[in-house]
């Protein structure tokens, strides 16, 4: 486990004018900048990788594979399979610790191969945090607020090829009137709307920004692909309503009214996990999501960059 220094920063983003990648071209040495709380570039064997990781579901069915994203200076990325009609899958979850109390960036590459058309159900990289925090991935799928108790943020592949966030929080909204929830999305079609490029890299960066103090709901979450802004919600934008567990877009709604992450204020950002979860497969079928360049930091991370590096 790693010790993170906390500060308190404004949150002011400008990713042309402060991009960290920019420093650092190919990622080379982004690990030593002072913003930077962890960096995975799976470039070890399989086994020391583990050792990074407190609990790793199926092991035998994570490999290095030489496929790389652009720009990157390595020989690896990991790759995390799964067999129809065996298992559904395989994950790398970490315990950030004593966790994170305020805004967070966390950007990576995946891949999705074209092979897994029809069959994703959760491949992303998951943030979140448990109180109290616990040392492996415990599910939540159905069950409504437990705002006291946990949150979880991810953007994935929704409705193929649609890619969304897929959130569970204390004040988030139920399918069915309340009797169990899954994860609101928010994206839904908006004119920033990206889909998934098949057996393509994609960088994908999430900001959270947790809410202060825990009555409020000035929490916010803003996301990227490639580069460019998918979405960003806090209190008072962007205008829309709720269609069930559905944020849509929609300049003449009403101001979204901000997240309210979490109602204990001992609960914070305290966990990432790398995931493979797919449950569809046909029996015989070995599925797989590949990825590379994870680094979580203060500010805006940005996509690989390339030339000479910036001072």
Not at 197 to 219: F, Q, S
């Amino acid at each position: 486990m790693i010790n993170f220094i906390f500060l308190i920063f404004l949150l002011s983003v400008n990713p042309k004018q402060q991009s960290l990648a920019q420093q650092y071209p190919q990622d080379k040495g982004i690990e030593t900048d002072p913003d930077v709380l962890f960096v995975e570039q799976f470039e070890e064997d399989t086994s020391t990788i583990f050792a990074r990781y407190e609990d790793i579901k199926n092991r035998t069915g994570i490999f290095n594979d030489p496929d790389v994203p652009k720009g990157s200076a390595g020989k690896h990325s990991v790759k995390l399979t799964n067999i129809g009609g065996k298992n559904d899958g395989a994950h790398l979850y970490k315990m950030i610790q004593p966790g994170w109390d305020d805004s967070l960036f966390i950007r990576y590459y995946v891949k999705y191969p074209a092979l897994s058309k029809g069959y994703i159900h959760h491949e992303a990289v998951k943030i979140g945090g448990n109180y109290p925090a616990i040392p492996y991935h415990m599910g939540q799928a159905g069950r409504c607020g437990e705002g006291d108790k946990r949150f979880s943020i991810s953007y994935e592949p929704n409705e193929e090829p649609e890619m969304d966030a897929y959130l569970y929080w204390g004040e988030m909204r139920s399918w069915n009137k309340g009797t169990s929830c899954y994860g609101n999305t928010l994206v839904n079609k908006s004119s920033q709307a990206q889909d998934l490029k098949w057996d393509e890299w994609i960088c994908i960066e999430i900001m959270v920004k947790l809410n202060k103090p825990a009555t409020a709901r000035n929490g916010a979450l803003r996301i990227w692909q490639d580069g460019k802004e998918v979405g960003y919600w806090g209190q008072g934008f962007p205008n829309g309503y709720w269609e069930k567990d559905r944020w849509i877009n929609d300049p003449a709604g009403k101001p979204f009214e901000g997240f309210q992450w979490r109602s204990n204020p001992l609960l914070n950002v305290n966990f990432l996990r790398i995931e493979h979860y797919d449950s569809k497969s046909p029996a015989g079928e070995n599925h797989y999501t590949k990825y590379d360049h994870l680094v979580v930091a203060r500010r805006y991370i940005g996509p690989i960059a390339t030339g000479n590096r910036r001072q």
